[in-house]
């Protein structure tokens, strides 16, 4: 099994994780979100002007930190202060301490998509010291599509309505094929007549 398969990742499903690299000589972590196609590389796409992108391109070493404590992901972007880091003993990058599971990867290719880069990158090193707990999306915009569903006929206007079409294009785009999606075309279909399969990103 490839190293990205047996931590559970799912093809084209979109991971909420924490990046850490060198800004400067500081460790410094942002929130982004990563996927793969192949199970042997890893993707994300970073928007221009992202000290993480730039410090990627520079070094080309970051650590793919796989931590499902949500209030990491607040102190790494408005507390970093309180996020504690290691050295990686393979890459040129720190590493989050707390992370059960950590990928160290290396820069393979960049493609500029106008405002956003896409970065494609290979595994170094894959460790794993507790179970672990991957962050989707999918599932909770699928639970607040629901309780949003059933208050429908209490909310005035087509705004909700919108809500649940947004749900669906995100859930279609974090969670491809999964059963969140079936449930989301379902939901939407039955509350406007059929959806249209389009996304603006
Ligand atoms: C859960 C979550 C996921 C995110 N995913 C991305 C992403 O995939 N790409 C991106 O450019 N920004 C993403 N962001 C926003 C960045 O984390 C944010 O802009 C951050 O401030 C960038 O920091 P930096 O400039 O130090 O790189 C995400 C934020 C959160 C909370």
Known sequence: MKPLQTIGMKKGWIYEVIVSTYRGNKPHSAPIGVWTDDFVNLKMEIYSGSGTLRSIMELKDFAVNLIADVSVFYNSLFDEANVEYRDSLNINAPVVRSAPAIIEARLKKVENKGNRFRLESEPVNVEAHEPIKLINRAEAIVIESLILATRLPNLPGSRAQEALRENYRVVRKT????????????????????ASGESPC
Request: aromatic share 4%; proline share 10%.
């Open 175 to 194: 969670a491809p094929g999964s059963q969140y999606e079936g449930i989301m075309e379902k939901l939407v279909e039955a509350l406007h007549g059929p």
